[in-house]
């Protein structure tokens, strides 16, 4: 009788643990760097489920770019694990900061799907669980009244702006986070890219941005920030997210992973009920979107004992892989972990895939080039520089920050 | 004091300078001398969520074994201080070969990172320093001539502005000159443009950050003057009113050679200060209009995804260069007048 009951235990507490996702209670101490947007939360709080004995910290910041080499290079290094993206994981690799983790996935792994892992030469650098992208939002009602369809392409998107602004309904009717430095550069990167463009010299590190696409790119930027509210140039993501939730937009590209801000109970419920999603626009007739792909992923610290990167390792895994997870905090992101069903919040990120976005370029010397843009590209917008002058003055920017550091 | 008594006086002082300003200051202009190491790069296979590419990474073997062989980069001597994103010496060459008319050259150069920041700086500089002189003086001097009754209260309140953190006196008047904040707004209706903003043009934003400037020093020159005043001996004020002077010709002739010394005081701090203009720019966003020496600074240490340290440390000494520079022509006034009080 005592077996059955223990068997009977044993099987109620075994498969309840199993349900929730695959935990080997670590020890040590664990140390998180993360952005700070709702999935990132949701994801660290499965995590911290996972910590078994282990010293739980995790530090959530939108500046972790900045945080993140310094901290990474100590030794033994603030933080335990990073969770990273395509872009910032760059830099980590750069200097050498993250460890691989093959035998961590052989051990720990089970939940992760193949898919999530990302490996270069071989090696398993991060474990991906949600994807990114920037979308169109627009407003139905608005868009219904003045008969305009939905836009497919950025022309579109120019020339149902113009006629929101001719119909009187809103001076100002489009959005994008045009901030000067990374947001501005990254509306570029997304531009360009639909535009067919290519950042470098095939294998090479020389820029190659000062040709037709890239004055295509420049001049399609400043027709939406004409249509843009005229402090364009100090809006980011958070600021245009506000412009929407006021009503004084119809049309913006903005990141999936803040579609959940956008669609919840707070704010007008007017405004909320029309906001729709859909795909990333098109450009200059060219058939894949003008926008990158990204993932976000951890990845673990190389300057850091054995033991807590194992730690670090079960806990994250176990949010990694965990359907449950996924199952609440659907309308949160887009997760890569087996189970998710993609609800309406996902479209734009599901369209995107399936027009063929490509992912942001995951080079090297990409964040030098990043940087440039950022604040050469600002004059132009402004009307005080030809397009050419500005491309000419990227590369040039670019060319200097690169040769310092031996890129060329 | 005898110079013994002094230098066991200053000695901790001393010492606490060269180990966090001397020492740190050194290192930073070995630093600038110094650039990357060639990148030895080599073609993987990377593979993602969105499917596999071959693309470059960094080779960290052959790295790391450069790195260890020396460790502070490869010596560039002045290469980065030459470079395109400061001196640029070589461009502006070019330019002069190149441009028919000084304005157009005036142009170009202005159009190069660190000229367009020094440009910045220099203009805040030169409107901010003697305005915060100049308003700091009629403040100190409006307070120091009313009622003791409510002069507490009117200090307090006029010392405000540096009791608040740059970070958020900034922050405020951002929102507030916002297309949709309180200035912002009715500047549009007033000028009947709805499409005016105070943070796209750039000389309207330099406009808005040299006012916030002028406001946040102005009550440190007050303080100074202030205390200053307080000093001023009554005797020869009386005598000059019974000599039938004018409030003017008696702060002319009498207070101000009294205070002379502490008005050099403040425009030495007030110009090293202000050389150093930082806080504003991020607090208003105004990156893309105005950029200063020491906002290059942190472009180059956070901004970007690969930290430029040959850069920031290069910027940073031609920093201090020009704060010494600016800073000449008052110490060497002040060392020939040390010279002849003696």
Not at chain 1, 10 to 19: D, P, Q
Not at chain 2, 239 to 254: L, N
Request: glycine share 8%.
């Amino acid at each position: 009788m005592k077996k059955i009951l223990l068997t009977l235990l044993f099987i109620l507490f075994g498969s309840t643990a199993y349900a929730d996702g695959h935990c080997s209670k670590p020890s040590g101490s664990i140390n998180i760097l993360a952005n700070d947007f709702p999935a990132l939360r949701t994801f660290v709080e499965t995590a911290k489920g996972c910590k078994g004995s282990a010293d739980f910290k995790v530090t959530h910041s939108s500046e972790h770019n900045k945080i993140a080499v310094p901290a990474l290079t100590a030794n033994p290094s603030e933080f335990s694990a990073r969770i990273a993206a395509n872009s910032s994981i760059v830099p980590l690799m750069n200097q050498d900061l993250i460890r691989p983790m093959d035998d961590l996935v052989k051990k720990y792994g089970k939940g992760i799907q193949d898919s999530q892992l990302i490996t270069i030469d071989g090696k398993v650098m991060a474990v991906a669980f949600m994807a990114n992208t920037q979308h169109l939002y627009y407003r139905e009602d608005v868009l219904k009244e003045l008969g305009i369809p939905v836009p497919k392409t950025y022309e579109e998107v120019v020339a149902a702006s113009e006629k929101i602004r001719a119909s009187g309904k809103m001076q100002h009717p489009y959005a994008a986070a045009y901030k000067a430095g990374w947001n501005l550069a990254e509306e570029f990167v997304n531009m360009f890219i639909g535009h067919g463009g290519e950042f470098f010299k095939a294998g090479t590190a020389e820029p190659s941005i000062n040709n037709a696409k890239g004055v295509a790119t420049l001049n399609m930027l400043k027709k939406l920030a004409s249509l843009s509210n005229p402090d364009y140039l100090t809006h980011d993501s958070e600021a245009i997210k506000v412009e929407w939730e006021s009503g004084k937009v119809a049309l913006m590209t903005l990141w999936a992973s803040r579609s959940g801000t956008l669609l919840d109970d707070e704010g007008d419920a007017k405004i909320t009920a029309a906001t729709k999603l859909t795909g990333p626009a098109t450009v200059g007739g060219g058939n894949i979107p003008a926008a990158t792909l990204w993932w976000d992923g951890f990845t673990l610290a190389k300057n850091r004992s054995d033991s807590d990167a194992e730690a670090s390792f079960i806990a994250l895994a176990h949010a990694a892989s965990n359907k449950k997870m996924v199952a609440d905090a659907a309308d949160q992101a887009v997760w890569l972990v087996e189970g998710f069903v993609p609800g309406p919040k996902s479209i734009g990120v599901i369209e995107a895939v399936k027009m063929g976005a490509k992912p942001y370029p995951m080079l090297p010397q990409m964040g030098l080039m990043h940087g440039a843009l950022g604040s050469e590209i600002v004059e132009f917008l402004q009307g005080k520089e030809s397009a050419e002058q500005a491309l000419k003055d990227v590369e040039a920017a670019y060319i200097s920050k690169a040769k310092e550091q031996g890129f060329l | 004091m005898p110079n013994k008594t002094f230098f066991w006086f200053f000695l901790p002082t001393g010492l606490a300078m060269i180990l966090f300003i001397g020492l740190p200051i050194i290192s930073t202009g070995i630093q600038s001398f110094y650039a990357q190491h060639d990148q030895v790069v080599k073609e993987v296979k990377k593979c993602d969520p969105f499917g596999c590419t071959v693309s470059i990474v960094v080779d960290q073997e052959a790295t790391s074994v450069l790195r260890d062989e020396r460790p502070l980069g490869k010596f560039n001597g002045f290469g980065t201080y030459v470079d395109r994103n400061h001196l640029a010496i070589e461009q502006i060459s070019e330019f002069w070969d190149e441009t028919d008319t000084l304005g157009e050259f005036i142009d170009q150069v202005t159009n190069l990172p660190f000229y367009k920041a020094l440009l910045f700086t220099l203009t805040y500089c030169l409107f901010v320093t003697p305005n915060v002189l100049l308003l700091g003086f009629i403040i100190a001097l409006s307070l120091n001539a009313i009622s003791r009754k409510i002069r507490g209260p009117l200090i307090f309140g006029t010392i405000l502005p540096m009791i608040v953190t740059p970070l958020v006196g900034s922050l405020v008047l951002f929102w507030m000159i916002d297309a949709e904040g309180i200035i912002g707004a009715n500047l549009q209706l007033m000028m009947e443009d709805p499409y005016l903003s105070l943070k796209s043009s750039r000389t309207l934003t330099w406009i808005t950050i040299i006012i916030y400037g002028i406001w946040h020093h102005s009550p440190f020159a007050f303080v100074v003057f202030y205390a200053a005043l307080q000093t001023v001996p009554q005797e020869p004020v009386e005598a000059a009113i019974i000599d039938g002077a004018s409030r003017y010709q008696r702060i002319r002739h009498i207070v101000l050679p009294h205070i002379y010394p502490v008005v050099t005081f403040v425009a030495l701090i007030s110009l090293m200060d202000n050389f150093r203009v930082f806080e504003p720019i991020i607090g208003f966003s105004a990156e893309g209009s105005a950029q200063s020496l020491s906002w290059l600074i942190y472009d180059n240490l956070v901004n970007e995804e690969v930290i430029l340290f040959g850069s920031a440390a290069a910027t940073s000494m031609m920093t201090i260069i020009g704060i010494a520079i600016l800073l000449a022509p008052v110490l060497i006034r002040t060392w020939k007048e040390f010279r002849t009080a003696r």
